[in-house]
Every structure is written in structure tokens, then in C-alpha cells.
């Protein structure tokens, strides 16, 4: 999905799409599927010269991710990530340093997985609604200590 994809689909919900809302949605769809705090997401608004409180930029996330457009996670000591939704399935890298969060998506990462989810869903019989993987570590800029 992208930028103009995500606010049509507002409008044809009858929402209005507001000069912060789209902002947000510019920002989180263009974020290569980075997932991004709620500082992150004040910093690229205060980058587009609008000013926001903090509580507006919460209740503009809840909202586009109430309206599926992005959705919230929750990573290790409870630090809230949103991202856009876009429709493909991808895991993430986290750096216990400098907190940043990245995409992974191998193809080999993603059938592996997809056969564990298999043969969960055969060996428990529990259906898998959904599943998220983050791996922990150091990334590449602060293992080399720069």
C-alpha cells in the first residue's frame, strides 16, 4: 500500500484527511517499513515544519491503526513501535544500543518460519492468527562502535 492508497482508503471511510493525519501517513509509508516511536514520528512532523503535541500524534496512530493502515508493537521493555501496514509479512532487528529497529525479510528466514507455523498449527491444532519475530542484538553501526 502506499501513501495515496492509505488516504483514499480513509476517504472512502467518510474520514477526513487532515493536514497532520496526512503528514503521518507520509511519514509512516515512507519509512521503508521502519518502525518508528512516537518521537520518532514528532521528529519527522517537526522535519515538515508541523508542530504537535504529543497527545495528537497518539491519537492519530490509534487511529490509522483502528482504520488498519498501521499497527502498534510492543517490543522488549515495553518501548511502543507503529508502522504501516503495506501487506507484507516481515520480521525485525533490534538494537538493544541504540534502540533503532529494522526490517528483515529473508526469503530462506520466511518459508522456515512458515513451516514452524505449520506444523504448530498440525501438532497442537492451534490455528496461528498471527506471529511476530524481533531479533535482539547490536546493529551493524554500534558493533563497530561508531
Not at 518501548?79 to 503495506?86: L, R, S
Amino acid at each position: 500500500m502506499k501513501t495515496e492508497d492509505a488516504t483514499d482508503s480513509l476517504k472512502r471511510q467518510g474520514c477526513r484527511i487532515t493536514a497532520c493525519r496526512r503528514a503521518m501517513i507520509e511519514i509512516l509509508f515512507g519509512s521503508d517499513c521502519r518502525p518508528m516511536s512516537v518521537l520518532d514520528v514528532e521528529a519527522a512532523l517537526r522535519t515538515k515544519k508541523l508542530r504537535v503535541d504529543k497527545s495528537t500524534v497518539y491519537r492519530e496512530l490509534s487511529f490509522l491503526c483502528e482504520r488498519g493502515l498501521a499497527r502498534m508493537m510492543e517490543l522488549r521493555g515495553g518501548q511502543a513501535y507503529f508502522e504501516a501496514v503495506t501487506g507484507d509479512h516481515h520480521h525485525h532487528l533490534v538494537c538493544t544500543k541504540c534502540k533503532t529497529v529494522s526490517e528483515i525479510s529473508a526469503g530462506n528466514l520466511e518459508a522456515s518460519i512458515r513451516r514452524f507455523v505449520n506444523r504448530i498449527r498440525k501438532a497442537e491444532r492451534f490455528v496461528v492468527a498471527d506471529h511476530r519475530v524481533e531479533f535482539f542484538g547490536l546493529c551493524r553501526k554500534c558493533a563497530l562502535g561508531k
